[in-house]
């Protein structure tokens, strides 16, 4: 299956490269269509496993020590010194390895290395997964982190002694076992179908009871049997052997001799279907490694990051033309694949944060929110552009639900909220996203956000006139991509100069009530709206003299004038205040209704 991805990808490769040496009309429909059928295939076969190498079809089987264990058949999780009755498969396989006798229960530790917890085997404890389904007649690859306490018991490579920490079940012909040997030495015990070839390679490094120890082995079939112990090759043995199919795994002990078992920590295993390649073998280890702050060698690693993002690393990376990788997911969510110039020593990992996957405005671009998560990029030497993809089923939905338009952000520092790379997702349907031809450097974070709508807040409000009045009105847009393409006003609009700007004018000579609508949509397609009723009455009704004393048009000086009047009425609201003067000159008195 992995020979078959990596074919496809060159394939897809290739055709990138002459995509646009190519003129003909049926050729690029041709090349159109093939380009939709990739980028499902990204999805169909994207990289899952550990380290973001193998998918359920090739990665057989993947027990992580903080991931789902559980104190009975799968209803309550494990806590601090809790039997071990299931330990989950991450695989996508369902093929969780189980102890459900009561007996030979495995412990469940808490904060045993780097802040994860670790299952205890104790010597005669052990856990057993399904058949993992792998034929004979090809390559196997089995990645484990243990810790062995001092007081081990050694055995050879040839015979049933000493302590198992990986062996089969039932006791059967086929062994692919990990062992201690040589007196402090691991050692891949292997023998076929035939009952012929037992033996093996054996590291030549000594066990450390101080720390744990991250140890590879596999078979490439009709080559060799090989074992790596922290990143490092160390011992191989020639391959003549006929098939061999790798038994169910019982994982902590020997299959039948009670006290045969690992007396130790494990955190991980890992089991694929074929023979991982060199740089598969380095990507691995560098997620583990970061993930458990384990020293491992130079050459094997590829992140430097694991102080802050240590969680769901994951790489793409080539050490030959027939040792690369160059599609790998972290977490499911962030995908990272098809890279322009994957040369020989170029590697790209990226691990997160582990923060939640929760929508924040702190730190984010001005119109933009952003996940809580995080990852960090590590290259070495350069990958050239990548495409990178998504997976948002798991995501909440977005702070404005009519503005689903999600963003990837790169920046060389942690702060999103200026000088951003702002780059918009292209749909895929299915909570898919992807966007093509992306370039980072080295230590830049990327983090996913989405766009936030635009705002209205229509003035004035309230909103009076008499009729023949004129009224200035504006939407007042503001956030979303802060570039707005659109003004439409909609509802009883007959009064406006136009409703298709952000502040027309408003007049009318008939009195009623005028519902309008203002939506804005910025140029990223985000609509925001905001409601006004515009109210418009009659001109008002002046007061009027009722009764003058005397009534006559003069008087002189220093004579009395009193008189009463009729109130004005209508307008948007009448006053009870008067003011008064004579000649129609000079200033206007107040007058106080019943003084002279």
Known sequence: PDSLISGIENIVSYVNSVYGKLKERSIRRLLLVAGCWVLIGSYIFAQTGPG?????????????????????????????????????????????????????????????VNGSPAIEFTGDTYVDPG??????????????????????????????????????????????????????????????????????????????????????????R???????????????????DGNLTPPVPRIGRHAVNAGNGLKGYMTEVIIYNYGINSAQVNIINSYLAAKYNLTISAAANKYAFRATHKYDVAGIGREDASNFHNDAMSAGILEIWNPSSLNDGDYLLFGHNNNSIAWTSTGAPTGISKILREWRIDKT???????????????????????????????????FSTGATIL???????????VNNVTNSDGDYVC?????????????????????????????????????????????????????????????????????????????????????????????????????????????????????????????????????????VGLWLSYTPGSN
């Open 222 to 240: 009709g080559t060799a049997y090989k074992i790596f112990i922290n990143g490092a090759f160390e011992s191989s043995v020639a391959d003549a």
């Open 424 to 434: 918009d997702l292209i749909p895929d349907g299915g909570n898919r996203y992807h």
């Open 381 to 415: 030497n350069d990958v050239g552009s990548v495409t990178f993809s998504m997976d948002l089923s798991t995501f909440p939905a977005p702070p404005d639900p009519i503005c689903s338009k999600y963003v990837l952000l790169i920046k060389n520092d942690g702060d």
């Open 131 to 220: 058949a993992l389904g792998i034929p004979g007649t090809g390559s196997f690859s089995i990645i484990t982190v243990v810790e062995v306490n001092s007081g081990y018991t050694a055995g050879t490579i040839t015979d049933d002694q000493g302590d198992y920490i990986i062996d089969r079940y039932p006791d059967n012909n086929e062994l692919t076992s990990l062992k201690i040997t040589n007196t402090d030495k691991f050692g891949f015990q292997k023998r076929d179908y035939n009952n012929t070839g037992l033996g093996g390679p054996v590291s030549s490094s000594s066990i450390n009871t101080a720390n744990f120890t991250l140890i590879d082995y596999m078979r490439a």
């Open 52 to 112: 973001g190498v193998g998918n359920n079809t090739s990665n057989r089987l993947w027990l992580k020590s903080d991931g789902n264990v559980y104190r009975d058949a799968g209803v309550n999780l494990a806590a601090e010194g809790d039997p071990v009755y299931r330990w989950t498969d991450y695989s996508g396989n369902n093929n969780n390895a189980n102890q459900i006798d009561g007996i030979h229960n495995p412990i469940y530790r808490t904060n045993i």
């Open 448 to 584: 996913i956000g989405v766009r936030r709508a635009p705002t209205a807040a229509i003035t004035p409000d309230p909103a009076q006139i008499c009729v023949g009045g004129i009224l200035n009105m504006n939407g007042n847009p503001m956030g979303g991509s802060g570039i707005y393409t659109s003004h439409l006003w909609t509802g009883n609009t007959s009064p406006l100069s136009s409703p298709i700007i952000q502040n027309p004018t408003f007049s009318t000579t008939t009195a009623n009530v005028y519902n309008l609508t203002y939506t804005v949509t910025d140029s990223k397609g985000c609509v925001g709206s905001d409601n006004i009723a515009v109210s418009v009455v009659a001109q008002p009704l002046g007061p009027i003299i009722n009764v003058k004393t005397p009534n006559v048009a003069s008087v002189c000086d220093g004579q009395l004038v009193s008189a009463t009047f009729n109130a004005g009425s209508g307008g948007i609201g009448c006053s009870d205040v008067y003011k008064y003067r004579f000649d129609g």
